[in-house]
């Protein structure tokens, strides 16, 4: 018999983490609000995606966007600008949004009067990929000059995500940004995850962007 008692704290957080992200999409269904989680690298155009978004879809939807940041409040000031309900979660230093930072971000928002919600997670690759924040569509966002190398570097995020946008198709022919390597590369990881290019700078496939999107709101409501 071993005296020794272990205690994993990490796979208890990410359980802990998971049930209530479960109650948090739960409680979304109930009141008809579709919340959607953007995952990027800082600079990837995840506000700008989300700001055209706000644009494309909303003559359709009640929306409101939940900003995290590990300080400054200048992405959701940017999304109030158009007149849009914004809440910045500032995180002070934490690397990723979690379920009970969402709960507290929806909790400054009346659900019942709202049909679609973007999240704004933090800008990285790893862990925001593994915590999952009770949204019912996790989106990656990469961009033209990060390289088409990204779903060998971070995996998971691939693996996990349920759609991808590829942002910057305006600046496509100064770098070598191989669509179909990203493409195949994605494939292999996650065949079922559809791929957009879009520019948030001309508009370029914004619209397919937000038609996708648009089913799956009416789909999950
Ligand atoms: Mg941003
Ligand atoms: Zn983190």
């Known amino acids: 018999m071993s005296d020794v008692t272990l205690i994993n704290i990490k796979e208890e957080i990410l359980a802990e983490n998971k049930g209530l992200a479960d109650k948090l999409r739960r409680r979304l269904k109930e009141r008809g609000a579709f919340l959607v989680n953007l995952m990027s690298s800082p600079g ?3 506000t700008s995606l989300i700001v ?6 909303g003559s359709r939807y009640r929306m409101a966007v939940i900003e995290g940041d590990v300080d400054s409040a200048v992405d959701a000031e940017r999304v109030a600008r158009e007149g849009i309900r ?13 379920a009970a930072m969402v709960e507290k971000g929806l909790g400054a928002l009346s659900l019942d009067s709202l049909d679609l919600l973007f999240l704004e997670n933090i800008g990285n690759l790893i862990c925001p990929a593994g915590s999952d924040t009770g949204a019912s569509l996790d989106v990656a966002l990469v961009s033209i000059p990060e390289g088409d190398d990204k779903p060998l570097k971070y995996p ?7 759609v991808f946008v590829v942002n910057k198709t305006d600046v496509r022919e100064h770098f070598d940004f191989d669509v179909e390597a990203f493409r195949a590369r ?9 791929v957009f290019e879009v520019s948030c700078k001309t508009g370029e496939g914004i619209d397919l962007w937000c038609n996708w999107l648009r089913e799956r709101v009416e789909e999950g409501r």
Do not use: D
């Not at 998971?156 to 349920?162: G, K, P, Q, S």
């Open 86 to 98: 914004a809440v910045q979660i500032k995180t002070g230093g934490s690397c990723h949004l979690s």
């Open 44 to 46: 990837s155009g995840k």
């Open 52 to 57: 055209r978004s706000l644009q494309e879809l």
């Open 156 to 162: 998971l995020i691939f693996r996990t995500a349920h």
């Open 186 to 194: 994605v494939r292999r990881l996650n065949p079922e995850a559809p």
